[in-house]
């Protein structure tokens, strides 16, 4: 280790890109389906700059860096349990769980299998089901079976590393929504937000040898702990609350992208 580098905190160190906008959130359109899926004003998209070579395997010495940053303290956003409404993580952080999330997908064909085993109509709409219920989301079309039911007949269409993958992540994030989620007919509202959002959050660049692009980004989901317990994304656990940090190695910049479950902004 080179002289006056900080021993304690693995050397990196962070800071806050107000600047950077995240257009995937902001458009009209996304926020009226936002809105209808009881998301808005839940759901939010930061940027940190850092100043040391990110390495995979290290995440977990990035994610605790992370927490104690001076710069990422006052300024990362979660939404308070108590009061409903946005503050910044303001307790010490004494443990952090970082899972790696594999973020290999070039291609939102990724999802055309939704129309060949007729969960979705080639008009785009999504086949409806008897009415059952997933605890806690209700079920009533062949999407959402597919996306919860482990025992339904088509929920292996996607296979256990196509689940993992980020791209089916957002996908599904979105399709189950918050508290008050009025579900879509039809499938594009959902790979459109998520496209855009994918987009907005992944880094790309073409391989200078082989000329093909390539997915720069490594992306894993956050969960910190305080003394009390779990402190980010919430105290509460929910298949629907979530954080995850989106590094691109090259910019050295990391996205946050957090969700905490529970009745979006209707108006």
């Keep these: 280790m080179a002289a006056g580098e900080p021993g304690d905190l693995g050397g990196y160190y962070f800071r806050f890109l107000p600047q950077k906008t995240f257009q995937c959130l902001s458009t009209p359109e996304t926020t009226s389906r936002l809105r209808q899926w009881s998301m808005l004003g839940r759901v939010a998209a930061q940027a940190f700059g850092f100043d040391q070579t990110f390495q995979a395997y290290r995440k977990d010495d990035f994610a605790a860096a992370f927490f104690k940053d001076p710069n990422v303290i006052p300024n990362l956003k979660l939404l308070s349990d108590s009061s409903g409404q946005w503050i910044t993580l303001g307790t010490e952080v004494k443990k952090i769980e970082a899972i790696n999330v594999p973020c290999t997908q070039l291609s939102m064909s990724f999802f055309n299998r939704l129309y060949d085993e007729d969960i979705v109509r080639d008009n ?144």
């Design 124 to 267: 785009g709409h999504i086949v409806k089901c008897l009415d059952s219920f997933c605890d806690p989301f209700p079920i009533s079309d062949e999407l959402r079976k597919v996306l919860l039911m482990e025992d339904s007949e088509k929920y292996e269409v996607f296979s256990q590393p196509d689940r993992e993958e980020f791209l089916f992540c957002l996908f599904k994030h979105l399709c189950l929504g918050g508290a008050l989620c009025q579900y879509e007919d039809v499938l594009s509202p959902y790979l459109e937000t998520t496209k855009l959002l994918y987009k907005d959050l992944v880094s790309v660049r073409k391989n200078p040898q082989t000329k093909k692009i390539q997915i720069t980004s490594s992306v894993f989901k956050v969960t910190a702990y305080d003394s009390a317990g779990a402190c980010y994304p919430s105290t509460k656990s929910h298949e629907q609350t979530f954080s995850y940090f989106i590094v691109d190695p090259i910019k050295r910049h990391v996205h946050v992208l957090y969700h905490c479950y529970g009745v979006g902004e209707m108006s």
